[in-house]
């Protein structure tokens, strides 16, 4: 059974910094690229970035770019967000999602972590 | 980036009844349209990938169509787990990435 468990959301300041973490279980986790999504409270769901399967290749949303940077260890089947320079619209439920298929063009998630919260605040 | 519109943004149904959602692409994304379920405090479940294909698992009510910019996400018969709230994504590109802005389903 292919599981996702997302943690590491904190309170933190703007300006701020905070790793977030992503464990996986139940797939070969090197054959799969993986997902950040987020969604701030009430609103819809934001792709944030993505890496591929080997961690070679990676991609962010222009809105994180510069701040967010996204890795993997897969000999611990774990996946990182480390987000610097926080801001009060980075406020959100951060996902991980798994891609259905290896780095590409078209991505489909199928499935996803449950979620950590991140309010950016004084 | 993509642009993805849903329609409606919200509607009220009742257990039994024949649901339809649309999602309308700013631009052609052939069939590269994925549709998800999400219920309140939950992540988001992949239904449909592919504009029309049927994620493993998913009950067979749901149904998709649509290629180019305009797609359709159908329930034959809404069922009671069912109510939720509903997001098109566009995988044209991940580059601009986007999801539509949801569509919430309520008695």
């Known amino acids: 059974e292919v599981q996702l468990l997302d943690s590491g959301g904190d309170l933190v300041q703007p300006g701020g910094s905070l790793r977030l973490s992503c464990a996986a279980s139940?797939?070969?986790?090197?054959?799969?690229?993986m997902n950040w999504v987020r969604q701030a409270p009430g609103k819809g769901l934001e792709w944030v970035s993505v890496i591929s399967g080997s961690g070679g290749s990676t991609d962010y949303a222009d809105s994180v770019k510069g701040r967010f940077t996204i890795s993997r260890d897969n000999s611990k089947n774990t996946l990182y967000l480390q987000m610097n320079n926080l801001r009060a619209e980075d406020t959100a439920v951060y996902f991980c999602a798994k891609d259905r298929g290896p780095y590409g063009d078209h991505p489909i998630f199928d499935y996803w972590g449950q979620g950590t919260l991140v309010p950016v605040s004084s | 980036d993509i642009q993805m519109t849903q329609s409606p943004s919200s509607l009220s149904a009742s257990v039994g009844d024949r649901v339809t959602i649309t999602c309308r692409a700013s631009q052609s994304i052939s069939n590269y349209l994925n549709w998800y379920q999400q219920k309140p405090g939950k992540a988001p479940k992949l239904l449909i990938y592919?504009?029309?294909t049927l994620q493993s698992g998913v009950p067979s009510r749901f149904s998709g169509s649509g290629s180019g910019t305009d797609f359709t996400l159908t329930i034959s018969s809404l069922q009671p787990e069912d109510f939720a709230t509903y997001y098109c994504q566009q995988s044209y590109s991940i580059r601009g990435l986007t999801f539509g802005g949801g569509t919430r389903v309520e008695i």
């Open positions: 592919a504009a029309y």
């Open positions: 139940g797939f070969t986790f090197t054959n799969y690229a």
